[in-house]
Structure formats: structure tokens, C-alpha cells
């Protein structure tokens, strides 16, 4: 043996606010359990100073700055990350992104004693950079197994105008077993013609993806058993699972007053109503939702945006409402609107949600899952359609809409909502499904067991790196 030394873990995340959040949560969690380890987190210095201010001053974790040069590109001077840019310029961002190569190189080649990385799937070309240095290499998804696997396996098909059995629905060439609907593929999917800049650059990666020696992922064994079957047949390398990890939410919910009121509303009767934090609908559906909820004797939460087309930060207008709405809604005690922020872990936590109108993004997913909470889905892009599906699947979920619609009726709303809150059998079932679920999610970290299932996850995933390395390099590990 050479010499003993503590692993230092290499987090490096994507430019962009829904990867670094779960990459933080995946430090937290890591360093419960090895807090004897050194954990860096490598990004460009606006991400980082942003992080920093998020963090207690106590917080162990370091940070490796890289500046981001996209001169060559055209992107604006100052973006460091996808809220900087236009949605038009996203594939140039992906690309230019890859600029950080000998940045994160030089910084790979100043460490010493034995080296993780856990990088995100898009930047999984420091696999190559890791292979340079003989450092341990993984992939943190922080999407769900089953709509990873699918989005991947889709990704690798384009362009899907070629596949044999393409129709109005079809199955997944890897997984025959798996029937998708081209209303399940985003845009940009179906109108991806294989040599696209933006199918190059995903099927790039997930070519290094494919290369390195594990994945770490953001869900449950129990939770995802075909989901996880599917990305394990998937991947050649071994598949941890770790989940949940959730980020809780900044602002406190007492200081918006958002406990308080949901105190005062029956057990279950809350309905929940978010499209996470970057999506939002078209306006005609918005005020179709509208009065479905005015017309139904639910409580309601809902986070509202500006609908398609409108700045997000812009002030929010009372016309993409029915008239008078929100101040009706408030006077009555039935219903908030909440146009920054919400603490949505909280609310979800609360005795009092009955059921989340989701997009069905992968935090949201778990954080329904985790509270018990079910789902009405309203999938709007990429992975957001599998996880939908997959929902319904495990009668979790049911689906109120697919996509960027505009003729969403209230009729339909009020009706999937009361299949999902009301008294009736369906609602009964999905009551029980979602905790049954929750247990699951609950035992997860169990310290004994058999039941901890990420526990051990992330136990197994430290042994094989450790063993990988040694076997590479010869260390011995304590
Ligand atoms: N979120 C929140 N308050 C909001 C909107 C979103 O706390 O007003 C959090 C939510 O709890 C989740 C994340 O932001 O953790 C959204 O992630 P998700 O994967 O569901 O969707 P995305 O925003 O990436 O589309």
C-alpha cells in the first residue's frame, strides 16, 4: 500500500439552478456520512457566489471557481447560467459549456490522494478528464430513473421520423414493453433531425455518460423498481440509488403566513398548484383553471406566473385572471395566489394538501411522493411526460393535460379533480397508494435494515469507488 488518504469528492454540477439545487442536497447528504471527507464544489463565480449566500458560514463545503469565457459563442458577456440567456441560445449555452474542459482539467491535475468526481450528465465529458488522472468517475442524475432511461433511450433514437413503427404511438426501441405517444415527446424531440446541434451534443453525452464507472440517482429502490430495472439494463456501469434527496425551501412559510392558513383548512382538502420554477401554461387555460377552481368547493394554493408569452418577472396582470378573482379567492378564505416563491416542501408537508397539480418536474415528483401527496399531472416537457406516466402507472397520479395546450376545459378540470380529492373509490385507492409510497420514502435512510435502501446506496457506491481506485492505483483505504 502507498499511503492512506481521505477521498476528496469533485461535485460539478450543470450551469443552471434545477442542477445545482439537488448537487447541494447531494453535499449534505454525503457529508452526514463521511464528514471526514473533503467535498468541493467546482463552478464558474456568479453559480458560486450564489451558492455561498445560501449556505450557513459553517458549511464545510469548498468551492473550486472557473471562469466561463463564452466570447467565441455569442452569448451575452455575463451568462454563467441557463437563466442568463434566452431559451433560443440554450444549445449554444450546452455547447460553450464544454469550454470549461481545461479549467476543470487543471484543477483535476493539482489534486492529490485519491479523487471522485460527481459530475452531471451533461458535463459528463470530464470523464475524460478523469481517465487522464486515473480519478474515480461518476454521473449524479438528479432525474428520475424511468424518465431518464426513456428521455435517453428516445435521445438516442432521433431522429424518430426513421423509426420503423413510428405512429401516433410507438414502442421504445430498447424497451418494447414501453409505449410512448408522440404527445409524450417535447418539440424539439420530434423535430430533431439526428444531425442537429442539439441531438449531437446530448447523444455526446450520453456516450461519456455510458463511460463511466457509476451513477448516483435522486430516487427510491422501492419507489422506482422498473424505472430502476430499465436504467440499470440501460447502463453498463452499476446504478446507486439515494434518494430522496430534497432541497427544503428557503423562505420560511410562518413568515408568508402560508402555515397559518393551511392550520385552518380539514385534513386533505387543499389543493396544490405549482408548474415549478421556470415552467408556466398559456393564458386561456390559466383562466380555464380559474374558474374551475371558483366554481369548486376546494382550498387551493396556487403558484402563478405570467402566462406563455410574458416576462416571468413581470408584474403579474389581474386580466389573465377572471375578473376580480384573486381578490374574491382571498376574501373567502379559499384560495392564495402566490406570486414569488413558494415554500413548496412545506406545503407539501402540511396535514392539510390533499392533492398537487403538478408539471411533474423530478423534484416536484419526489416531494409529492415523499409526503404521500397525489399527483395531478400536467407534464409540459422532456422527462416531465415519463415521470407523469409513470405516475399514473404506479396509481399515483392521473393526468389532467399533456403539454403546451390551449384547450384545457373547465369541466375536465373539476372533474380529474374531484376523481383525485373526492369521495369515491379511485380517490380511496390513490389515497392509499401514495402511503404506501411514503413508507417506502420514509425508510429510506433508515440506519438499520433492509429497508435503507439509499443508505446502503450510497455505502455501496463509496466501497465500489474505493475498490475501483485501489484496484487502479493501489491505495489503501481506512
Ligand atoms: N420550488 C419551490 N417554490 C416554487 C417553485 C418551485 O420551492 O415556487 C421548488 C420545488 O420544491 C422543487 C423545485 O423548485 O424542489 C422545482 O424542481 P422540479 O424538478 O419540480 O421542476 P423544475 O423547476 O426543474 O422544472
Not at 75 to 84: F, H, K, V, Y
Not at 252 to 269: H, M, R, V
Amino acid at each position: 500500500t502507498n499511503h492512506i488518504s481521505k477521498p476528496h469528492i469533485v461535485l460539478f454540477p450543470f450551469l443552471a439552478q434545477g442542477h445545482i439545487r439537488p448537487f447541494l442536497s447531494l453535499f449534505s447528504c454525503v457529508h452526514r456520512q463521511h464528514p471526514d471527507h473533503t467535498i468541493t464544489l467546482v463552478s464558474t463565480p456568479r453559480n458560486i457566489a450564489t451558492v455561498r449566500s445560501t449556505l450557513p458560514s459553517s458549511s464545510s463545503l469548498n468551492f473550486h471557481s472557473i471562469a466561463f469565457f463564452p466570447e467565441s459563442y455569442s452569448l451575452p458577456s455575463n451568462a454563467e447560467s441557463t437563466a442568463d440567456i434566452p431559451y433560443a441560445l440554450l444549445t449554444t449555452f450546452f455547447e460553450a459549456s464544454e469550454s470549461l474542459c481545461p479549467a476543470f482539467e487543471n484543477f483535476i491535475s493539482t489534486l492529490t490522494g485519491p479523487v471522485y468526481i460527481i459530475s452531471d450528465m451533461f458535463f459528463a465529458w470530464s470523464v475524460e478528464v478523469s481517465r487522464k488522472f486515473n480519478t474515480f468517475h461518476s454521473v449524479f442524475l438528479s432525474s428520475g430513473a424511468y424518465g431518464t432511461t426513456v428521455w435517453s433511450s428516445l435521445r438516442l433514437s432521433v431522429p424518430l421520423g426513421l423509426m420503423p413503427q413510428v405512429a401516433d404511438e410507438f414502442q421504445l426501441p430498447e424497451f418494447p414493453d414501453v409505449k410512448i405517444h408522440i404527445s409524450q415527446c417535447g418539440k424539439n424531440l420530434l423535430e430533431a433531425d439526428g444531425n442537429c446541434q442539439l441531438s449531437t451534443y446530448i447523444q455526446r453525452q450520453l456516450k461519456f455518460v455510458f463511460q463511466s464507472d457509476a451513477t448516483l440517482v435522486n430516487t427510491v429502490e422501492g419507489f422506482e423498481v422498473i424505472g430502476l430495472q430499465m436504467l440499470r439494463k440501460q447502463l453498463p456501469t452499476p446504478v446507486f440509488s439515494i434518494g430522496p434527496l430534497l432541497h427544503s425551501a428557503p423562505l420560511s412559510s410562518e413568515k408568508s403566513g402560508i402555515t397559518e392558513w393551511l392550520n385552518t383548512k380539514p385534513a386533505a382538502s387543499v389543493l396544490y398548484i405549482s408548474f415549478g420554477s421556470q415552467h408556466t401554461i398559456h393564458a386561456r387555460p390559466m383562466i380555464e383553471l380559474a374558474s374551475a377552481l371558483e366554481h369548486m368547493n376546494r382550498p387551493f394554493i396556487w403558484v402563478i406566473r405570467p402566462p406563455i408569452g410574458f416576462e416571468t418577472e413581470e408584474k403579474f396582470k389581474p386580466e389573465w385572471l377572471p375578473e376580480g378573482f384573486e381578490g374574491k379567492m382571498k376574501l373567502g378564505r379559499k384560495g392564495l395566489l402566490i406570486h414569488e416563491w413558494a415554500p413548496q416542501v412545506e406545503i407539501l408537508a402540511h396535514a392539510a394538501t390533499g392533492a398537487f397539480l403538478s408539471h411533474c418536474g423530478w423534484n416536484s415528483t419526489l416531494e409529492s411522493s415523499t409526503y404521500g401527496v397525489p399527483i395531478i399531472a400536467w407534464p409540459l416537457s422532456a422527462d416531465q411526460f415519463y415521470n407523469s406516466k409513470m405516475l399514473e402507472e404506479l396509481g399515483l397520479g392521473m393526468e389532467l393535460a399533456r403539454g403546451v395546450v390551449t384547450d384545457l376545459k373547465r369541466d375536465w378540470v373539476q372533474e380529474v379533480v374531484e376523481t383525485v380529492m373526492g369521495e369515491n373509490e379511485k380517490a380511496k385507492e390513490m389515497k392509499m397508494k401514495a402511503r404506501e409510497i411514503k413508507e417506502v420514502m420514509d425508510k429510506a435512510w433508515n440506519e438499520e435494515g433492509e429497508d435503507g435502501t439509499s443508505r446502503k446506496g450510497l455505502n455501496d457506491f463509496f466501497e465500489f469507488a474505493a475498490k475501483k481506485l485501489a484496484g487502479d492505483k493501489q491505495f489503501s483505504f481506512e
